[in-house]
DNA sequence: CCTAATATCTACAGTAACTGTAGGAGCAAG
DNA sequence: CTTGCTCCTACAGTTACTGTAGATATTAGG
């Protein structure tokens, strides 16, 4: 316990893509707790660090805010009690999530048409920039994310 | 042509759906011009600047940069040039969106799953959380091990 | 062992893209 | 004319980082 392998920010860093000054601002904002330090006051980090980062790190490249990953951390943490708050959340997300893929799905096949259209022409025949201007053209029904 | 048709933020702020405040710092950080001013130093606006700031409003909801937004407006400000700058903009931004499209959608799937399973269950049954908490369980075309 | 390079430490400033607030002035209605 | 809304400027706060400065710690090389 007391020899047990433990590791630099750096390598937590590399070991999760995350970078340096991140972590620490995630613990300085309590969503990573505080490691043990080293003799020189290095944090000093296992494997289970990497896991929790890698959870926050994949949720928020998901699109969660940190305050909806801090309530599903501290839901994970307790994972008899009933997820119902979880499902919630999810739920909520669901149709955020819904909502940014139609409206990804309508640009991306006007940038596709645009890059096969627009080879050498004019902007003028750029359906991108009409599709942009006039929010009619898309194919998307009308949402607003806050 | 512009005599009496101008009307005050306020209504491009509802014209738009763009908060009032959101139109000044547009202005302030020059992507929007600078209207004229009425006798009492109101901003006052004609349906250009709502068809401008339509323009911004729905690039930024699709997820373009406001610096790729301004890069976007002054090759559409120039409709006779070659388009080759914007269709390299648009294609560097398809690639982010295919990317963003394929992790939705496997969050999505898990999302689906987990509404369906969670009810009335317990935590430790909620993929949704594994599936953030551990990317291999991530159902997206690319497998990665962390 | 000493030194130079690198990594880490704290603390704080800056960024993007807004959002909110304070305090004052304009204007339309009752 | 006063109430109440909108608008004005200016600036502080927000989220989620990212970068910088100056000091200390560790490590690789001679």
């Known amino acids: 316990m007391t020899d047990r392998k433990d590791f630099t920010i750096g390598w937590l860093a590399r070991r999760t893509g995350c970078k340096v000054q991140t ?7 309590g969503l990573m707790p505080e490691p043990p ?3 020189g006051n290095r944090r000093l ?10 959870f926050i790190r994949h949720s928020r490249d998901l699109g969660f805010s940190l305050g909806a990953i801090r309530e599903l951390l501290s839901l994970a943490e307790n994972p008899d009690q009933s997820c119902a708050a979880a499902d919630k959340l999810a739920r909520t997300h669901l ?52």
């Open 23 to 29: 972590i620490r601002y995630y613990e300085q904002i």
């Open 37 to 39: 330090r080293s003799d």
């Open 45 to 54: 980090y296992g494997a289970e660090f990497a896991d929790r980062l890698n």
């Open 95 to 146: 149709q955020d999530v819904n909502s940014r893929i139609a409206r990804l799905s309508a640009l991306k096949t006007e940038l596709e048409r645009m890059s096969q259209q627009c080879s050498g022409g004019k902007i003028s025949e750029c359906l991108v920039i009409e599709v942009l201007a006039d929010h009619s053209k898309c194919v998307s029904d009308e949402h607003q994310t806050a």
